[in-house]
């Protein structure tokens, strides 16, 4: 079996991306939420800490992609 056929490796690699993706935005959940508390802004920083950690985890799945096929 070649070292780019490795089921094992692609397993690790979709689990991964579904971590990052989902601590990115749990990230993003806490901070808003945080805000929110601090500023009694009660939904605005929630909505808006989520949607940027869905950008950012996004972005980042974007390179971990480019990185796991060589690409530069």
Not at 52 to 69: D, P
Request: glycine letters at 14%; hydrophobic letters at 55%.
């Amino acid at each position: 079996m070649s070292k780019s056929n490795n089921p094992w490796k692609a397993a690790g690699f979709v689990g991964f991306i579904g971590l990052d993706l989902s601590l990115m935005m749990l990230g993003g959940f806490w901070l808003g939420r945080n805000l929110d508390n601090r500023l009694n802004s009660e939904p605005a920083f929630l909505i808006i800490g989520v949607l940027t950690g869905l950008i950012a985890g996004v972005f980042s799945i974007v390179k971990m992609i480019k990185v796991f096929f060589g690409e530069d």
